[in-house]
């Protein structure tokens, strides 16, 4: 008998054995009667079951599914924090222009003593009618300097852009390895599920022909459900992947086949010392880093200059109605830095400078440490994964095999070949949960460590006094 397939009523609802009719006993002369044989269809081989990962992911890279790299492409278009991140390098690009302006000039309208007039005491147009205009000079190179503060900034926007794309494209292939992980974990659930119901149905029949205890029926609908909610926690897996995976992509997309193969590339192996220096060299968090770094030079730079005081030219001209002739003036004045020279903000700024030194240092070890933790995962999910391949799965396919061919023979109860066969699967889940450890650290390496692909994107701006002021500095 073929079992069919679950109904969604089935799935979700209490499992209720089938009524099954007790049969004749055979007489006690007859040995090969005294022996149950179920009236079920036998499980698949060996190479049948190793055969069905295979025909899935066929079936997937077949059909017209998702590829890594159209995801990824979506990313770039539709993931709201890498626009977050470019607009963040746009504004401080316009803090850049700012802070390079050269002041306004400022213009004054004069008029004095309006409607008075000494002599006549009649209204006159007043003593004096005029304007004049205000410029201030900017002294030591200001706006300049300010200039190369804010661009080397925008080179740190950039730098985290760059580490934001990481995260991105980071977790789209982590949870895309992991969408297409649990969807063979779905079918090796469904296949243990069916596995269970083959036992469950034949203990029935068992208790039917008097060879089962009723605590032995019991027991297999216990383990029958166990698996049913096993089948359940997979599909509900493989749901919130897919939804996590359209989410980073910036779309909402329904729960649809994808195009890849998880297995490929067990054959190449990271080396720790090699990565360690990639991530010193590479990374954006370190580029950032350097980057923040030298702009923290610039403002050091910016601040100790800032008390050479800036130069105020006034010049006003206009006309004297009392001596009835033009007139013209000319005022040049600068504040004397006597009490306030900028020391406190320069204290800061070295702090800062200072700060950020050690930062770099400590990004390093950081990136160090994490490496360590994740290497260490890869590397043994790797070993796990190569162990699964080369003896694990090969060893108990021979098991199950052997098991198969000796119930044909009349050799091995039926309980053993189920019970093989369940952990065969089983082994097969382990192996893809491996895979999935294994891909998820190796794109963590290869990555730069990076993730959190819907995490705002960093600010390139620090909080402080010296961002605080009207015109940026």
């Known amino acids: 008998m073929v079992l069919p397939q679950l109904s969604s009523a089935q799935v979700s609802g209490p499992y209720v054995p089938p009524a099954i009719e007790p049969k004749q006993s055979h007489s006690d002369d007859d040995p090969v009667g005294r022996r149950f044989v179920p009236p079920l269809s036998l499980p698949p081989s060996p190479a049948g079951v190793e055969s069905l990962m295979k025909q899935q992911t066929q079936k997937e890279e077949g059909a017209s599914g998702l590829t890594l790299e159209s995801l990824l492409s979506m990313a770039m278009e539709s993931n709201p924090t890498l626009v977050q991140a470019q607009q963040q390098v746009q504004g ?5 222009i700012e802070a390079g302006l050269y002041p306004n000039p400022t213009f004054y309208y004069i008029a004095e003593q309006i409607f008075v007039d000494s002599s006549t005491d009649t209204d006159t147009p007043g003593e004096f009618q005029g304007g004049a205009i205000q410029q201030e000079f900017v002294t030591a190179n200001k706006r300049e300097i300010s200039r190369r503060k804010y661009q080397q900034r925008a080179k740190t926007a950039e730098w985290l852009a760059v580490a934001q794309q990481w995260r991105v494209c980071n977790d789209i292939r982590i949870h895309f390895w992991n969408t297409l992980g649990h969807r063979q974990i779905v079918d090796i659930r469904r296949e243990l599920l069916k596995a269970a119901e083959d036992k469950s149905l034949t203990t029935r029949e068992r208790y039917n022909l008097g060879q089962a205890t009723r605590a032995e029926l019991h027991l297999s609908n216990v383990a029958l459900q166990r698996a049913r909610l096993s089948f359940l926690n997979a599909e509900n897996m493989y749901q919130s992947q897919f939804t996590i995976l359209s989410s980073l992509a910036g779309l909402e997309l329904d729960p649809q086949p994808l195009k890849g193969n998880i297995s490929e590339g067990t054959e ?20 950032a880093a350097t980057a923040k770094w030298q702009a923290d030079c610039i403002t050091l730079e910016r601040e100790r200059v800032e008390p050479v005081p800036n130069i105020f030219v006034k010049a006003a001209t206009g006309y004297n109605h009392e001596s009835r002739e033009p007139v013209a003036s000319v005022q040049v004045f600068m504040e004397v830095p006597i009490f306030d020279r900028n020391q406190g903000t320069i204290l800061q700024a070295e702090a800062d400078l200072a700060r950020q030194n050690a930062e770099i240092r400590r990004t390093k070890l950081r990136l160090r440490q994490e490496l360590a933790v994740r290497y260490q995962k890869y590397l043994t999910a790797l070993q796990h994964v190569i162990e699964f391949e080369s003896v694990i799965l090969p060893e108990a396919k021979a098991a199950y095999s052997n098991q198969l061919d000796a119930y044909k023979e009349d050799r ?3 309980d053993d070949v189920l019970k093989t066969q369940q952990e065969y699967y089983s082994l097969r889940e382990q192996y893809v949960q491996n895979l999935i450890m294994w891909r998820t650290n190796e794109t963590l390496i290869n990555g730069f460590l990076l993730h959190g692909g819907l995490n705002a994107a960093p600010s390139p701006t620090p909080p402080g006094h010296i961002d605080s002021v009207a015109q940026p500095r």
């Open 92 to 96: 401080t690009l316009g803090k850049a």
């Open 268 to 287: 190449t192996l990271i080396d720790f010392h090699t990565a360690v220096e990639k991530l010193y060299s590479d990374s954006p968090e370190v580029l």
């Open 412 to 414: 091995q109860n039926w």
